[in-house]
């Protein structure tokens, strides 16, 4: 266990000397904020005032198709869709040098011949990494609260519902850096690591994307819908909770770090 | 300590090496010799357990390296090649690292970081950023790092290659100091290192171990009358043949360090078991040639390693170890009589 602290505090601090987590954090801050304040929150209030405005004029007929405003239902599921799209960025900054970077320096070589078990390695790696992206959890969750404390009254935010997608955020995360990690298992080069993560994330998008079009039926409909991740995530935005989901994203997480263990112990019989 | 037995290892269709049969007893020091390529960094990096060999046995401090790999690399110490560190951390950081991740922790770790800096004298050092080291330092590091669980094997793959000679001499003469009583096996492939810091050696080259003695019996032939080399001055004479025509002497080359001005060098194999030097000095000095000097000659380790080398790669290796000496000494004779 202290072999596993302190691969974990490295990891952790290698984030920030690096500094990695700075970027990783300015941006989706920048990214994030714009999209919110911009895209969801403006409008969001745009259309409050609107409401107002038609429940002061009572006798107008618009009324019956202008329905109450619900941040919960209106903003929340869209704005984490939109969130996601920037994580297909992110993710491959944060796990392109994990074990990437190691095995370029030759200090894997160390880490092989030390008394710490790969699977302790590459667990240790996974939960900075992890921690890392917690803050960007963080902060969403923050992004929810903020209607609460600009409104008088409070009342906006439905919390479960909310919790639902933040829960979501951090399942796609999870298992979008698990996916990073096989990438740059198997490759020394940061570059080529971050590459091939990318591309495999916005794959798993854009199927996403595609199964929702009509010209899409049948058996690859189903199979796009099943395999993307941001699909799978989309329920628990709206604060729909499914076993199989759930049980989809563990399944990619524990998979994924699964072969990248395997892909670290290859040297062994390949020589 | 270390007994390695028959140990092969192939990458794919290549053998990098092949039946390594080798023996390193506690508080020794091996050299572990050979050409770039021969095969020294995989048989490390199979006592290690980096890699597991194709076939063979091997054990360290007791311990099987194939079913056991985790009791041994608790008590060793392993410097690659490359010195790979940690360039972001401090020393003493990084070195901490090394000895959490080498299961100390608390105040075990503490007192085990603080000893190694001391012992490979980085005290001034300690806070320093590794990237802001030189290459002597840092060499130094991975020592520390090798260390810092107070391993009874060291393992160290060619510790002094790229040091400026200061360096060179400063990192040997910590290892000679570090050694102490644990077991280190030492890879170079500079040969007066082996001969300043080590009691064993073991030469391998394309993967096979040529030669595995102690550094004495190996610098030493069998006698100290048998080999010995003369310094003439002959005016032209032809010393050579002289001393050819003594009864007993087998061989006479002209050396080819040093013939200036009228003198000429020559070295002399003589019978093993009878003391012939008078009977030479004797037959010179009737010739009317001054002899300037009659000396018996040390057989130098590079000459033992060319030797060794050359005779690999013309063929006449033999796997027994009682016919390599005779293999050795055609060979010897093979590159005297050119």
């Known amino acids: 266990m202290t072999a596993f602290f302190a691969m974990f505090k490295r990891e952790l601090a290698h984030y920030f000397t690096s500094p990695i987590a700075y970027v990783v954090l300015i941006i989706f801050s920048i990214l994030s904020g714009w999209f919110y304040v911009q895209g969801f929150l403006l409008p969001y209030s745009l259309y409050c005032q609107q409401y107002d ?3 002061l004029q009572q006798q107008n007929p618009m009324m019956g198709q202008m329905p109450a405003p619900n941040f919960t239902e209106l903003i929340v599921p869209s704005l984490f869709g939109t969130l996601s799209i920037i994580l297909i960025f992110l993710v491959p900054l944060l796990t392109m040098r994990s074990i990437a970077e190691e095995k370029k320096e030759g200090t894997i070589e160390l880490l092989y011949t030390y008394p710490i078990s790969d699977l302790q390695v590459i667990l240790a790696k996974y939960a900075a ?49 698990s996916l990073g990690f096989i990438f740059s298992a198997v490759t020394e080069n940061q570059i080529v690591s971050a590459a091939l993560t990318f591309a495999l994330l916005l794959f798993l998008w854009v199927v996403g994307w595609a199964s929702q079009s009509d010209q899409v039926e049948g058996l690859a409909k189903t199979l796009a819908e099943s395999v993307s991740l941001t699909n799978r995530s989309d329920g628990l935005f709206k604060g729909l909770i499914h076993l199989s989901d759930l049980v989809f994203f563990f399944c990619v997480t524990v998979g994924a770090l699964f072969i990248t263990m395997r892909s670290l112990e290859s040297h062994r019989w390949r020589g | 300590m270390i007994e390695v037995q028959n140990l092969t290892k192939n990458y794919g269709p290549v053998a990098a090496i092949k039946n390594v049969t080798f023996e390193v007893g506690k508080g020794e020091i091996l050299g572990f010799l050979g050409p770039n390529g021969a095969g020294k960094t995989t048989t490390m990096r199979i006592l290690t357990g980096y890699f597991p060999a194709t076939s063979g046995n091997a054990r360290v401090a007791g311990f099987d390296v194939f079913s056991q790999i985790n009791e041994v690399r608790k008590r060793i110490g392993y410097l690659p090649e490359n010195v790979p560190l940690y360039t972001d951390m401090s020393v003493k950081g ?15 770790k503490s007192s085990a970081v603080d000893r190694v800096i001391e012992e490979v004298g980085l005290t001034h050092m300690k806070k320093r950023l590794i990237k802001k080291l030189s290459k002597g330092y840092r060499q130094r ?34 290892i ?10 030492l890879s170079t492939h500079i040969l007066p290192e082996v001969s300043m810091t080590c009691d064993k050696v073991t030469i391998i080259n394309q993967g096979q171990v040529v030669v595995s003695d102690t550094l004495s019996n190996l610098t030493k032939r069998s006698s100290d009358f048998s080999e010995i080399s003369v310094i003439v001055r002959d005016q032209g004479k032809d010393t050579a043949s002289i001393i050819q025509s003594v009864n007993g002497v087998s061989e006479v080359n002209p050396s080819r360090t040093g013939i200036k001005d009228g003198t000429t060098k020559l070295d002399v194999s003589l019978p093993e078991d009878e003391d012939i030097r008078g009977a030479v000095a004797k037959a010179i000095t009737s010739a009317d040639i001054e002899l300037l000097e009659l000396s018996s000659r040390q057989v130098t380790l590079e000459e033992i390693f ?30 005297e009589s050119e």
């Open chain 2, 176 to 185: 000679k100091h570090l050694a102490g009583d644990r077991t280190v096996i």
């Open chain 2, 141 to 174: 590091v991975g020592l520390a790092q090798s260390l810092v669980n107070n391993p009874e094997v060291l393992i160290l793959d060619e510790p002094t290659v790229g040091l400026d000679p200061k360096q060179i001499t400063d990192i040997r003469s910590l």
């Open chain 2, 306 to 335: 060319i030797r060794h080398i050359t005779n690999e790669e013309s063929g006449l290796h033999h796997a027994d170890p009682d016919e390599q000496e005779d293999g050795l000494s055609e060979t010897q004779k093979e590159e």
């Open chain 1, 53 to 55: 405005m038609m429940q």
């Open chain 2, 94 to 108: 990084y070195l901490s690292l090394a000895a959490q991740m080498k299961g100390l922790g608390g105040t075990a």
């Open chain 1, 129 to 177: 990494a992890l921690v890392i992206f917690s803050i960007t959890v963080l902060l969403c969750a923050f992004y929810l609260a903020l209607p609460e404390f600009i409104k008088e009254g409070g009342g906006i935010v439905e919390w479960k519902p909310a919790l639902s997608a933040l829960l979501g955020f951090f399942l796609l995360g999870a298992a979008s850096i």
